[in-house]
C-alpha cells in the first residue's frame, strides 16, 4: 500500500513545523511507542548496511573456514564435511559434498549488490564443484538448495550477461550442472506412485546395489510436494519436459491420495502403495512448502490447476487448521480434533503464503502472535505451545519469521513491520553472532550456542532482510518479476509466457464451491484497506499482549487462579475437575466489567471458578490392574486410578477379566486402526491429545471390554503421586459402559514391557480390596496420614485397668491424632496384618517394626502388595 505523501510550501517554516507535529502526533495516536513509528530513509538505510556487514561476516567466514566444505561450524572455525564429523542423523542429508553453502548462497550476492564476489562465486563453483559424489542426500533437500540454488545463480548470471555489463563470458554452464543434477534426483521417482524415494545416492541413484538407499517406504508430504518450481523451471530453461513431468505426478498423487471429506493431507505418505502413514495434518514441519508450491506453481508457471488445488487447501486449513491466531494440527480424517498442543517454528512462513493469496487478516494475526513469543524467548523456539511456552528450544537460525514479515511489509507498508526486522537484526548480532560468524542456539531458554550455520542461513535471511529495508530503486534489477522458491532463489515468472507448459497438466474437474473476493485475483490496497491506514494495527493490538510481555501489571477485578498445569502435563478441564472445581461460563455467571491483565500462566479463559464445599474430603478408591496369566499367576498387581465415568468397578464381585492390547494410534485420539484386534479385549491406551472420555468412547465403538490409560509423563507412578479420578469432557458420558483406569507411566511400563515380552498378557481390572489371592477379607478403614512414635514399655507400665493389659514387653503404638492408642503383644498371632500409613499390608513375624520395608516400599508397582 502506498503511503498518502504530504507536502507544504518551503517558505513557510511556521506552517511546516505544524504540520509536521500534527503528522507526529497522528502516529503516536495508533502507534505503541516506537514500534508503530516511521522510520526515516536514514535509519532504513543505517539499517541496510548493518545487514550487509553482517552477511560479509557470515559469507566471509564459511569462505575463510569452511569452503570447500559444505556448512561452516562457526564454534569451531571450520568446515563440516559428511564423514569426517559425528554424524547427526538426517540432518547430515542435505550435505553431499558438493560445497553447499556457496551454492546456495549465489544469488543472494547479486540480491545485495555484491556483483564482483557473484562473479568470483560462479567461477569457483564451475572450477570446484562436482555433483557425482558416492554420497547419500535427501531428494528435498538437494532440490531445493543446490538445484534451486544453480537454477538462481543462473538466472542471475543471465540477467546481467543480458544487460551487457558483466558475465558476459558465461555460456550457460550453471545450467548446464542443473541439468546435471536433476538427472542425478531423477531415479528417486522410480517408484510404483510416482512418489520420490526420500533419498537419492548421487553416484549410484537408488536401486543399484552400491547406492546405499532404497530400502525407505515413506516419505513427507512436502518431500515430495516441494519439486515442481525447481523441477518445472528446469525443463522449462533445458527444454527436457521429463523434469516437470515427474514433479507434476507427484503432485497428482498427493491430490488425489487428499481426504476427501476434510480436503487435507497428512504428513507422511508411503511411496510405493500411496496410504498415508501420519494423518496429522498442519501448515508446519512435513507439510509446510507442499501448500506453498501449490500457489507459486500457480503464479510461475500460470497453471489454473495448480491454484485450484491450492484454493480448495487453503479452505480447509482455514476451517479446521486455523484458530487465530494459532495455526494446530488435526486429523485429517475427523479435522475437528487437535492432534496436539504445540506448533513448530517451520509454519511462521504461513503468513506469507497468506499475503500472497490476498487473505491479510489472519496473517496479521499469526504474524503477531509469532512476534510476541520472540519478544518472550528472543528467537522462536523450534516449537513452542499453545501456552507460548518452549516445546523444543532450538533455533537453528530460521528465516520463515522474517519471509512473513517481509511479505507483510510489501502488502501494508506498515512501518511496524520495519521494527519488526529491527529486531531480528538486533537479536541476531546479540545472541546469535561469534567470532566466525553466526552460530544456531541450542535453547532459548539458556542462549547456549550450537556448532552449525545451515546455509539458509545465507540463502533466505539476508535476502528477505535486505529486501526489507531496500527501496526498489537501490535493488540492481525489478524483483517483481520474480518469485521466491521456499529456499528463496530467484525464477523468473516469465517462465509461464516464454516456455510451453509440460503436457497433459489436466485435473480432475473441480468441486463447485462459494468463491471469495481474492480466489482468482490479486487483492487491491484499496479492497484490503478501504479508506484506513491503521487497518493492520487494529487486527495486532487485539493479540499485541498475548503472551504476557511488554503490558504493565493493573489490577484485575476477577481474581486468576494460577495452575501449574505444565508441570502435571494435564489438560486444563481434567485438573480443575480433579480439584473439584466447576466451571460456569461468565454470560452464566452474570460477570459484570472486562477482564483485566492477562498474565502469564494465570488462565482465564473467560470462566468464573467456583469451588464446591464438601462436608466430608472426597476419597480416591484405588483399584487395582492384576497380572493373572502365566508367567505372573497373580503376582504381579499394579495400583490404578478410577473415572467417574464409565463401569463402577467397585460393584462388580468379579471385576473384569480379559487380555490386553496396544491400540492404534496408541493415543485413541483418531481412528481407531486396528480395532478387530481390539474387540473383546482390553484396550491400553496412551494419555494425551485429546481428552479421557473421547478417547474412552472410540476404543467402545471398536469393540473393547475396558481400557488401561497410562500417563504420557515419564516417570510418574502412584507411590510418590497421589491418585486422582478421570473426568469427561463436558458431554455426555452416560453412554460409556465399560471399565477405565488410569496408571502412571511406572506402573504402565511394567504392563507395556510384559506385553512385549509374552504374546498374551490377561489382567483383571477390580477393586483393591477384591484383589485376587488376597488372605483375609476383613476390610480396615483408612488410617489416614498420622504422626506414629514407637516405644518399648516395660511389664507393668502401661494404666492400670487398661483392657488387654500385657503379660511381658509390649510393643506400644503412640499415634498423636486424637490420642488413640493400639497395641500390639507379644504373644498375638504371627501372620497378623501389620497397617501402614498408607493402608498398605505387610506380613509381620513376631519382633518385626514397620517403620523400614524390608527393602522396598509397599507401594512399588514391582512386587505383590
Known amino acids: 500500500m502506498g503511503a498518502k505523501l504530504f507536502c507544504w510550501p518551503q517558505g513557510s517554516p511556521g506552517i511546516a513545523m505544524m504540520l509536521r507535529a500534527l503528522l507526529l502526533t497522528g502516529l503516536l495516536s495508533w502507534a505503541n511507542g516506537q514500534e508503530g513509528q516511521a522510520m526515516l530513509p536514514e535509519e532504513k538505510s543505517k539499517i541496510r548496511d548493518q545487514i550487509v556487514e553482517m552477511f560479509d561476516h557470515a559469507y566471509g567466514s564459511y569462505m575463510k573456514y569452511a569452503y570447500p566444505a559444505d556448512e561452516l561450524m562457526p564454534l569451531s572455525c571450520r568446515g563440516r564435511v559428511r564423514g569426517l564429523e559425528p554424524n547427526r542423523g538426517d540432518i547430515d542429508d542435505s550435505l553431499g559434498k558438493f560445497s553447499l553453502t556457496l551454492i546456495d548462497t549465489l544469488d543472494t550476492l547479486v540480491v545485495l549488490n555484491k556483483l564482483d564476489e557473484f562473479e568470483d562465486a560462479v567461477r569457483r563453483t564451475l572450477r570446484d564443484v562436482r555433483l557425482d559424489n558416492d554420497v547419500v542426500v535427501s531428494v528435498f533437500e538437494t532440490n531445493i538448495r543446490v538445484l534451486g540454488g544453480l537454477l538462481g545463480a543462473h538466472t542471475m548470471a543471465d540477467m546481467l550477461r543480458q544487460r551487457g555489463e558483466r558475465m558476459q563470458w558465461y555460456r550457460d554452464e550453471l545450467l548446464h550442472m542443473a541439468k546435471e543434477l536433476g538427472h542425478r534426483l531423477l531415479p528417486a521417482f522410480n517408484t510404483t506412485s510416482g512418489l520420490p524415494y526420500p533419498r537419492v545416492n548421487l553416484r549410484y541413484g537408488v536401486l543399484n546395489p552400491l547406492s546405499r538407499t532404497g530400502t525407505e517406504s515413506d516419505t513427507c508430504t512436502a518431500c515430495a510436494g516441494t519439486m515442481i518450481l525447481e523441477f518445472a523451471a528446469l525443463s522449462r530453461l533445458s527444454g527436457e519436459a521429463v523434469f516437470e513431468e515427474n514433479a507434476r505426478k507427484a503432485l497428482d498423487v498427493l491430490w488425489e491420495k487428499r481426504q476427501r471429506g476434510s480436503d487435507l493431507v497428512g504428513t507422511v505418505i508411503n511411496i510405493h502403495n500411496g496410504d498415508w502413514v501420519r494423518r496429522d495434518s498442519g501448515v508446519g514441519a512435513g507439510i509446510d512448502s507442499y501448500y506453498e508450491y501449490l500457489m507459486k506453481a500457480y503464479?510461475?508457471?500460470?497453471?489454473?490447476?495448480?491454484?485450484?488445488?491450492?484454493?480448495?487447501?487453503y479452505r480447509a486449513i482455514m476451517k479446521y487448521i486455523s484458530q487465530p491466531p494459532l495455526l494446530l494440527n488435526v486429523h485429517m480424517h475427523n479435522p475437528t480434533v487437535s492432534v496436539r498442543s504445540w506448533m513448530d517454528s517451520l509454519l511462521a512462513f504461513f503468513p506469507g503464503l497468506q499475503v500472497l493469496r490476498g487473505d491479510l487478516k489472519p496473517a496479521i494475526e499469526t504474524h503477531e502472535m509469532l512476534y510476541q513469543v520472540t519478544k518472550q524467548h528472543k528467537f522462536l523456539p523450534e516449537a513452542f505451545t499453545t501456552e507460548f511456552r518452549v516445546h523444543w528450544g532450538q533455533h537453528p537460525l530460521r528465516p520463515e519469521f522474517a519471509e512473513s514479515t517481509y511479505y507483510l511489509y510489501k502488502a501494508t507498508g506498515d512501518p511496524y513491520y520495519l521494527r519488526v526486522g529491527q529486531s531480528i537484526v538486533e537479536k541476531l548480532n546479540a545472541h546469535a553472532r561469534v567470532p566466525c560468524g553466526f552460530a544456531a542456539?541450542?535453547?532459548?531458554?539458556?542462549?547456549a550456542h550450537e556448532d552449525r550455520m545451515d546455509s539458509f542461513f545465507l540463502a533466505e535471511m539476508f535476502k528477505y532482510l535486505y529486501l526489507l529495508f531496500s527501496e526498489k530503486n537501490q535493488l540492481h534489477f525489478d524483483i517483481d518479476d520474480y518469485i521466491f522458491t521456499t529456499e528463496a532463489?530467484?525464477?523468473?515468472?516469465?517462465?509461464?509466457?516464454?516456455?510451453p507448459p509440460c503436457r497433459g497438466n489436466n485435473t480432475e474437474a473441480a468441486t463447485t464451491v462459494e468463491e471469495d473476493l481474492f480466489t482468482y485475483t490479486c487483492p487491491s490496497t484499496q479492497t484490503l484497506f478501504p479508506n484506513n491506514p491503521s487497518f493492520a494495527k487494529t487486527i495486532r493490538d487485539s493479540y499485541k499482549y498475548?503472551?504476557?510481555?511488554?503490558?504493565?501489571f493493573h489490577a484485575s477485578p476477577v481474581r486468576g487462579i494460577d495452575l501449574p498445569l505444565h508441570d502435571h502435563s494435564m489438560e486444563p478441564v481434567e485438573f480443575l475437575r480433579s480439584m473439584g472445581v466447576s466451571l460456569t461460563p461468565l454470560s452464566e455467571a452474570g460477570a459484570t466489567g472486562t477482564w483485566g491483565e492477562v498474565h502469564k500462566g494465570v488462565y482465564r479463559v473467560k470462566l468464573v471458578a467456583e469451588v464446591t464445599q464438601t462436608t466430608e474430603e472426597e476419597e480416591v478408591e484405588p483399584l487395582l490392574v492384576q497380572l493373572i496369566s502365566p508367567p505372573f499367576l497373580g503376582r504381579t498387581v499394579l495400583t490404578a486410578g478410577p473415572a467417574k465415568f464409565g463401569m463402577d468397578l467397585t460393584k462388580q464381585e468379579h471385576g473384569v477379566k480379559g487380555s490386553i492390547v496396544k491400540t492404534s494410534p496408541y493415543t485413541a485420539c483418531g481412528p481407531i486402526e486396528n480395532a478387530e484386534e481390539l474387540s473383546g479385549h482390553i484396550a491400553l491406551a496412551l494419555r494425551?491429545?485429546?481428552?479421557?472420555?473421547?478417547?474412552?468412547?472410540r476404543l467402545q465403538e471398536a469393540g473393547a471390554i475396558g481400557v488401561i490409560f497410562i500417563d504420557h509423563r515419564e516417570g510418574s507412578n502412584s507411590a510418590e503421586t497421589p491418585l486422582f479420578q478421570m473426568v469427561g469432557d463436558g458431554g455426555s458420558t452416560a453412554d460409556?459402559?465399560?471399565?477405565?483406569?488410569?496408571?502412571?507411566s511406572q506402573e504402565g511400563a511394567l504392563l507395556t514391557s510384559a506385553l512385549e515380552d509374552h504374546s498374551n498378557v490377561d489382567v483383571l481390572m477390580l477393586p483393591k480390596e477384591r484383589r485376587l489371592g488376597k488372605t483375609t477379607d476383613k476390610a480396615e478403614k483408612p488410617l489416614g496420614k498420622m504422626n506414629i512414635k514407637f516405644r518399648l514399655a516395660e511389664e507393668g507400665e502401661l494404666e492400670d485397668g487398661e483392657e488387654g493389659e500385657a503379660r511381658g514387653p509390649t510393643l506400644q503404638f503412640v499415634l498423636e491424632k486424637g490420642e488413640v492408642v493400639l497395641e500390639e503383644e507379644e504373644y498375638?498371632?504371627?501372620g497378623d496384618s501389620c497397617l501402614t500409613p498408607g493402608d498398605d499390608h505387610m506380613q509381620c513375624s513376631y519382633g518385626q517394626t514397620v517403620t523400614s520395608p524390608p527393602s522396598h516400599s509397599p507401594n512399588d508397582p514391582n512386587t505383590d502388595p
Open 688 to 697: 494425551g491429545d485429546c481428552m479421557f472420555a473421547a478417547k474412552a468412547h
Open 828 to 830: 498375638k498371632q504371627q
Open 736 to 744: 460409556i459402559t465399560i471399565p477405565l483406569v488410569f496408571l502412571f
Open 546 to 552: 498475548l503472551t504476557g510481555v511488554g503490558r504493565a
Open 441 to 447: 542456539v541450542q535453547d532459548v531458554r539458556t542462549g
Open 299 to 313: 503464479v510461475l508457471l500460470g497453471d489454473n490447476v495448480y491454484l485450484e488445488r491450492f484454493n480448495t487447501h
Open 489 to 499: 532463489h530467484l525464477l523468473p515468472v516469465s517462465l509461464s509466457t516464454s516456455q
